[in-house]
């Protein structure tokens, strides 16, 4: 079974800090994705990438960075953190190729006062 | 801009109704569609995916949908549903030109015992 493991369930941060999300999963996924759920709006894509060193712009990836060194990793860095940052983010993997699904970790629910 | 959009934003039902849940999508070409779940406290799960074959695919927990290519449309069924099938119900789309996943804003489902 895949096993997506988001680094914290639960975190809280203050504006200004720099944060960063951690996502590993286990089953040697070329793909991964970092989204933002909130109420009303469904999942929206912030990046993703194809393979290691590798990124694509989502929707939404004004205020956020990633970083993929290792194929297993995917890193989401918010460089200056903002409240209408505070959202639950979901990380995710999948096999190459659009019919594949994605696997989803249990997400980081984060807050910046 | 490519889109999914799901109908009902909030359905209730009770134990052994029937259920329908809508969802359309705006592109001409090849797509491969998913239903994801998320159950309370838990991660998205994959409910069931349509990417060629037989229009009427079958998934998990007793659920189908139907891929009707002339409505772009993709609505979920259950002939009966359960109190454990209270979730939150989300529409994917992926296109055959991109690697992005494209999500529906959710339908939550009570179902009251």
């Known amino acids: 079974d895949v096993k997506v493991t988001q680094s914290s369930r639960y975190l809280v941060k203050r504006t200004g800090e720099k944060v960063f999300l951690e996502c590993v999963q286990d089953?040697?996924?070329?793909?991964m994705f970092w989204y933002r759920q909130d109420p009303g709006l469904g999942l929206r894509l912030i990046y993703f990438?194809?393979?290691?060193?590798?990124?694509e712009k989502g929707d939404i990836p004004e205020g956020y960075s990633v970083s993929r060194e290792k194929k297993e990793r995917f890193s989401l860095i918010l460089e200056s953190a903002s409240t209408n940052q505070t959202s639950m983010y979901l990380c995710?993997?999948?096999?190459?190729?659009?019919?594949?699904?994605?696997?989803f970790g249990d997400g980081t629910r984060l807050s910046i006062l | 801009a490519q889109s999914v959009s799901q109908h009902n934003h909030h359905v209730i039902l009770s134990e052994a109704a029937s259920l329908e849940l809508g969802c359309n999508y705006s592109?001409?070409?090849?797509?491969?569609l998913f239903w994801y779940v998320q159950y309370p406290g838990q991660h998205l799960q994959l409910l069931l995916k349509y990417f060629s074959g037989d229009p009427l695919v079958k998934g998990i927990k007793g659920f189908e949908a139907e891929f009707i290519k002339s409505k772009f449309s993709f609505n979920l069924r259950k002939p009966s549903v359960q109190w454990s099938d209270t979730a939150e119900y989300f529409c994917a789309v992926n296109t055959a030109n991109t690697g992005k996943l494209i999500f529906g804003q959710g339908t939550t489902l009570q179902v009251k015992p």
């Open positions: 995710a993997s999948r096999l190459t190729g659009g019919h594949q699904p994605q696997h």
């Open positions: 990438s194809y393979d290691v060193k590798m990124k």
């Open positions: 089953m040697d996924h070329e793909n």
């Open positions: 592109y001409g070409g090849t797509v491969n």
